[in-house]
């Protein structure tokens, strides 16, 4: 289990062996390199942890501890969580400010603590099998090699994964492999479990006072720029990720200011103009002085570590962008040990256009329905349908309320899910349909909308994203980034940074057509003009083209070959239908994309067979900037 992970932690390895207990770990050494070892053990050798994270707060911790008698014996964080777990049990997890995933055995107990942090940036996976042993590990192919489970399908999880990128909730692609999900604890004893949430957030007390937006921005820009310094704790060379958007532009604009020598900068992109974004991330770059790396992926790369990379992430990749982050992340590790990323700001400031888009067609589409007649609708619709299909401004109409009923599920789940329920209901096999019974896969999200405490909709929409969407953005940047022994850190995701952005006011978040209204007041005078004015481009990969052209062959293997097809989990008419309309110039990447992870995914997996390239080429093109 221990060294089917050793790109996680290449530096050092340990064994901690009780009368049944056994915890491993494989560590990057970061903080206290010398001292950090572990498994880690208490003073009288009654508490023994495995810890994978970074507590950016424990030398105040730290101070606090030593004040009630605690001694230490380390430098590292690690002991802090053990002397905090000595003070204050289970509740431990409420001081910590940072990213974790722990367990502590406790020999006098006989129990195992495990938790979880605020917001999911470490990942924490677990199985427990039938004479109640527990098996967890940060990778789920720890839990397949110990032989916790059969790999399986989860047929319960396919019409998640189908509609929204990956699985929500605690429910992974395979039979009896859970997740602990962010801000829970878990605690075993004598074969069973118990399960927390100790953390949530809260939009209840959004501040909808006489503040003035100047308060505001400073607030916010305070907590930014102390989260960004808290994130520079490390004993080994540390660097970030620069795409040349708002978000990690922000962060190097930050860190030039704390650290003495240049930031070293790193980026990734593709030959594609469409998918290029150097220029923007050499204009930072300049603009701050940093030392800059990159590296441009050829689609032969791009599909060459395909294999390797599902395995690093252990279910389909949901966003062909994880590609290009690994690259990036190899790149980082010829120079450093420790990442920042911008990950999480577009969750917590309405960062998509798809956020914009459902407020306002939802708002509007009400009105439109209120105000008109069914006839004058229809005649609308005829109208837009005239349009030839092809073309971007009937691609574009067709999804607005002009054509589709001003409801969520038409113009939220079904205008932004990869597969839609009714797409679903022709792509899935009946032997299929049969065993998945009546799922909606817009479950999981549906019941996060409406536990929320918010009482706006783009509120409640940002927060059922943070425990979805986010979550697996942030799998993605740890498995990624790790699969090249390289650690990242997300100082957007500081969770007091996090719960004050919250509070905010709506117009705080999304003013009028701007987004991120606040971390755009915030860099102002700071980032170049160009920077905070461009359109968002998240992270293009030109799948659209490649699948036409030069690996149209890739699809026709793994979609329409008889092996696929054998399966009988998929109707072989639909995806035959899906393949030509692509071809044909209707852009289908995103679901061929899905389509052929999943295939890929299940080749290794479930038929155990070794797709991954053991002789991997070295980057094509490395130039420094």
């Given at each position: 289990?221990?060294?089917?992970l050793?790109?996680?932690?290449?530096?050092?390895?340990?064994?901690?062996?009780?009368?049944?207990?056994?915890?491993?770990?494989?560590?990057?050494?970061?903080?206290?390199?010398?001292?950090?070892?572990?498994?880690?053990?208490?003073?009288?050798?009654?508490?023994?942890?495995?810890?994978?994270?970074e507590?950016?707060?424990?030398?105040?911790?730290?101070a606090?501890?030593?004040?009630?008698?605690?001694?230490?014996?380390?430098?590292?964080?690690?002991?802090?969580?053990?002397?905090?777990?000595?003070?204050?049990?289970?509740?431990?997890?409420?001081?910590?400010?940072?990213?974790?995933?722990?367990?502590i055995?406790?020999?006098?107990?006989?129990?195992?603590?495990?938790?979880?942090?605020?917001?999911?940036?470490?990942?924490?996976?677990?199985?427990?099998?039938?004479?109640?042993?527990?098996?967890?590990?940060?990778?789920?192919?720890?839990?397949?090699?110990?032989?916790?489970?059969?790999?399986?399908?989860?047929?319960?999880?396919?019409?998640?994964?189908?509609?929204?990128?990956?699985?929500?909730?605690?429910?992974?692609?395979?039979?009896?492999?859970?997740?602990?999900?962010?801000?829970?604890?878990?605690?075993?004893?004598?074969?069973?479990?118990?399960?927390?949430?100790?953390?949530?957030?809260?939009?209840?007390?959004s501040?909808?006072?006489?503040?003035s937006?100047?308060?505001?921005?400073?607030?916010?820009?305070?907590?930014?720029?102390?989260?960004?310094?808290?994130?520079?704790?490390?004993?080994?060379?540390l660097?970030?990720?620069?795409?040349?958007g708002?978000?990690?532009?922000?962060?190097?604009?930050?860190?030039?200011?704390?650290?003495?020598?240049?930031?070293?900068t790193?980026?990734?992109?593709?030959?594609e103009?469409?998918?290029?974004?150097?220029?923007?991330?050499?204009?930072?770059?300049?603009?701050?002085?940093?030392?800059?790396?990159?590296?441009?992926?050829?689609?032969?790369?791009?599909?060459?570590?395909?294999?390797?990379?599902?395995?690093?992430?252990?279910?389909?990749?949901?966003?062909?962008?994880?590609?290009p982050?690994?690259?990036?992340?190899?790149?980082?590790?010829?120079?450093?040990?420790?990442?920042?990323?911008?990950?999480?700001?577009?969750?917590?400031?309405a960062?998509?256009?798809?956020?914009?888009?459902?407020?306002?067609?939802?708002?509007l589409?009400?009105?439109?329905?209120?105000?008109?007649?069914?006839g004058?609708?229809?005649?609308?619709?005829?109208?837009?349908?005239?349009?030839?299909?092809?073309?971007?401004?009937?691609?574009?109409?067709?999804?607005?309320f002009?054509?589709?009923?001003?409801?969520?599920?038409?113009?939220?789940?079904?205008?932004?899910?990869?597969?839609?329920?009714?797409?679903?209901?022709?792509?899935?096999?009946?032997?299929?349909?049969?065993?998945?019974?009546?799922?909606?896969?817009?479950?999981?999200?549906?019941?996060?909308?409406?536990?929320?405490?918010?009482?706006?909709?783009?509120?409640?929409?940002?927060?059922?994203?943070?425990?979805?969407?986010?979550?697996?953005?942030?799998?993605?940047?740890?498995?990624?980034?790790?699969?090249?022994?390289?650690?990242?850190?997300?100082?957007?995701?500081?969770?007091?940074?996090?719960?004050?952005?919250?509070?905010?006011?709506?117009?705080?978040?999304?003013?009028?057509?701007?987004?991120?209204?606040?971390?755009r007041?915030?860099?102002?005078?700071?980032?170049?003009?160009?920077?905070?004015?461009?359109?968002?481009m998240?992270?293009?990969?030109?799948?659209?083209?490649?699948?036409?052209?030069?690996?149209?062959?890739?699809?026709?293997?793994?979609?329409?070959?008889?092996?696929?097809?054998?399966?009988g989990i998929?109707?072989?008419?639909?995806?035959?239908?899906?393949?030509?309309?692509?071809?044909?110039?209707?852009?289908?990447?995103?679901?061929?994309?899905?389509?052929?992870?999943?295939?890929?995914?299940?080749?290794?997996?479930?038929?155990?067979?070794?797709?991954?390239?053991?002789?991997?080429?070295?980057?094509?093109?490395?130039?420094?900037?």
């Open positions: 289990m221990r060294d089917c050793v790109h996680r932690g290449p530096d050092d390895s340990g064994v901690f062996l009780g009368h049944n207990i056994g915890l491993g770990h494989r560590r990057l050494s970061i903080v206290d390199v010398a001292a950090g070892h572990q498994p880690m053990t208490n003073e009288d050798g009654s508490l023994h942890i495995t810890y994978n994270g507590i950016y707060n424990h030398t105040d911790l730290r606090e501890l030593e004040a009630k008698g605690h001694v230490y014996q380390t430098r590292c964080d690690t002991e802090t969580i053990l002397h905090l777990y000595e003070e204050n049990g289970e509740r431990c997890v409420d001081s910590l400010r940072g990213m974790f995933a722990f367990a055995w406790d020999q006098n107990k006989k129990e195992l603590f495990m938790a979880r942090d605020r917001l999911g940036i470490k990942p924490l996976y677990y199985s427990l099998t039938p004479d109640g042993s527990l098996y967890f590990a940060s990778e789920i192919k720890s839990l397949l090699v110990a032989g916790a489970v059969t790999p399986e399908l989860n047929h319960r999880a396919l019409t998640d994964y189908l509609a929204n990128h990956a699985t929500s909730g605690e429910e992974t692609l395979f039979v009896g492999v859970k997740r602990l999900l962010p801000g829970h604890t878990l605690l075993w004893r004598d074969g069973s479990i118990e399960i927390k949430k100790y953390w949530d957030l809260h939009f209840s007390n501040d909808s006072s006489a503040r937006d100047k308060d505001y921005v400073a607030e916010w820009f305070d907590l930014f720029r102390t989260s960004v310094r808290l994130r520079l704790m490390a004993d080994v060379p660097g970030m990720f620069l795409s040349g708002i978000d990690s532009s922000a962060i190097a604009a930050m860190m030039s200011k704390m650290v003495a020598e240049p930031i070293k790193f980026s990734v992109a593709f030959a103009r469409g998918a290029n974004e150097l220029e923007y991330a050499r204009l930072v770059a300049k603009e701050f002085h940093t030392d800059h790396h990159e590296i441009v992926v050829s689609p032969e790369e791009f599909f060459e570590v395909l294999p390797k990379l599902i395995w690093h992430e252990d279910e389909p990749l949901g966003h062909p962008a994880s590609v982050l690994y690259f990036v992340s190899r790149l980082a590790s010829q120079h450093v040990k420790v990442v920042l990323t911008g990950e999480g700001s577009d969750e917590m400031l960062g998509y256009y798809r956020y914009r888009k459902t407020v306002y067609n939802l708002a589409g009400r009105r439109y329905e209120r105000f008109t007649t069914t004058m609708r229809s005649a609308v619709r005829l109208a837009i349908g005239a349009v030839p299909a092809g073309s971007t401004i009937s691609r574009k109409l067709t999804r607005t002009l054509c589709l009923p001003a409801n969520l599920e038409s113009l939220y789940f079904n205008n932004f899910a990869v597969f839609t329920r009714q797409m679903q209901a022709e792509l899935l096999s009946a032997n299929t349909r049969e065993q998945i019974g009546s799922t909606d896969p817009y479950e999981g999200v549906r019941a996060l909308l409406a536990d929320s405490d918010a009482t706006s909709l783009l509120n409640q929409l940002l927060y059922a994203d943070t425990k979805t969407y986010l979550h697996e953005l942030l799998m993605k940047q740890d498995q990624m980034s790790m699969a090249a022994s390289v650690e990242s850190r997300v100082p957007f995701l500081d969770h007091k940074l996090v719960e004050m952005t919250a509070g905010l006011p709506e117009r705080m978040k999304l003013r009028g057509m701007t987004t991120k209204y606040i971390l007041e915030c860099m102002r005078g700071i980032l170049p003009r160009t920077i905070l004015t461009r359109r968002k998240g992270f293009p990969v030109p799948l659209d083209h490649w699948f036409r052209g030069p690996f149209a062959a890739t699809i026709d293997e793994h979609l329409l070959g008889e092996r696929a097809r054998s399966r998929f109707n072989p008419a639909y995806v035959e239908r899906l393949v030509a309309e692509h071809r044909s110039g209707i852009n289908h990447a995103e679901r061929l994309w899905t389509l052929m992870n999943f295939e890929l995914w299940q080749r290794q997996f479930l038929d155990g067979e070794d797709l991954v390239t053991q002789s991997e080429k070295p980057p094509a093109a490395v130039r420094v900037a």
